[in-house]
């Protein structure tokens, strides 16, 4: 792990789940609430919260286009045997330097982009093909029982935005 890492305020949480991954050097404050909402986003929900370790901020948008959203991605691996990520991309390209930021990492087997929905969100997914049924999505993300259960009762494959 690099020891560029660096924690948050307010340290680890309770799980142990380790720090946040390294921050672009361009990280503002928004940025670094994403990142802990993220982070606190799966710490919750994976049965293998040792992949947070291995997780990294994947950038959406350019600044010089006046749009940037930073998003942790969590690879695959134990239990986790896919992921995804909804995101609203700026221009077209965004898609494709997305594909290339998870192409580039270990644990990002296959990225994809399954087609965008008709509100303009995309949702790029790595590894294993995500099935439509939550219970079953769910599980492949790598979710302990009780987040599975969760997962199922309040999520769609068109629901609006979210980590999976």
Same mark, same amino acid.
């Given at each position: 792990?690099?020891?560029?890492? @660096? /924690?948050?305020?307010?340290?680890?949480?309770? %799980?142990?789940? $380790?720090? *946040?991954?390294?921050? #672009? &050097?361009?990280?503002?404050?928004?940025?670094?609430?994403?990142?802990?909402?993220?982070?606190?986003?799966?710490?919750?929900?994976?049965?293998?919260?040792?992949?947070?370790?291995?997780?990294?901020?994947?950038?959406?948008?350019?600044?010089?286009?006046?749009?940037?959203?930073? @998003? /942790?991605?969590?690879?695959?691996?134990?239990? %986790?045997?896919? $992921?995804? *990520?909804?995101?609203? #991309? &700026?221009?077209?390209?965004?898609?494709?330097?997305?594909?290339?930021?998870?192409?580039?990492?270990?644990?990002?087997?296959?990225?994809?982009?399954?087609?965008?929905?008709?509100?303009?969100?995309?949702?790029?997914?790595?590894?294993?093909?995500?099935?439509?049924?939550?219970?079953?999505?769910?599980?492949?993300?790598?979710?302990?029982?009780?987040?599975?259960?969760?997962?199922?009762?309040?999520?769609?494959?068109?629901?609006?935005?979210?980590?999976?």
């Amino acid at each position: 792990m690099s020891p560029a890492l @660096r /924690l948050v305020r307010g340290g680890n949480r309770s %799980r142990a789940t $380790g720090p *946040l991954p390294p921050q #672009p &050097a361009t990280a503002g404050p928004s940025t670094t609430l994403t990142l802990r909402a993220d982070h606190d986003h799966f710490s919750a929900r994976l049965h293998d919260v040792h992949l947070l370790h291995a997780a990294f901020p994947l950038t959406v948008g350019h600044a010089r286009e006046g749009y940037r959203h930073i @998003r /942790l991605a969590v690879p695959v691996g134990g239990h %986790r045997r896919a $992921g995804a *990520l909804r995101i609203h #991309p &700026a221009p077209d390209h965004d898609v494709i330097d997305i594909l290339d930021q998870l192409g580039a990492r270990a644990g990002f087997p296959r990225p994809r982009l399954r087609r965008p929905s008709q509100t303009g969100i995309v949702c790029v997914e790595w590894g294993e093909p995500v099935p439509d049924e939550p219970y079953a999505a769910a599980h492949l993300y790598g979710y302990h029982p009780a987040a599975a259960e969760t997962y199922a009762r309040t999520h769609t494959r068109s629901t609006p935005e979210g980590l999976w």
